[in-house]
């Protein structure tokens, strides 16, 4: 498995606005990347589900992908 980011310190903030970094973090299906493949810390991890699961309730990123 290739993480997504590097360095961990790429990422300070995750804004439920900017939708074109969080898809980077959401697979074909939709469903949220896991914490070994963001390479992430637990906070991080859950401040990234946060913003994503806001961006999906204000129609920024859908639900389900259908593939």
Do not use: C, W
Request: net charge positive; no cysteine; aromatic share 12%.
């Amino acid at each position: 498995m290739a993480k997504i980011f590097k360095h961990k310190s790429e990422v300070a903030y995750f804004d439920y606005k900017d939708f074109k970094t969080l898809q980077r973090y959401v697979n074909q299906y939709g469903q949220i990347e896991s914490r070994k493949k963001t390479g992430l810390s637990e906070s991080q991890q859950r401040r990234l589900s946060v913003a994503i699961k806001r961006a999906r309730h204000l129609a920024l990123l859908p639900f389900v992908n259908r593939g």
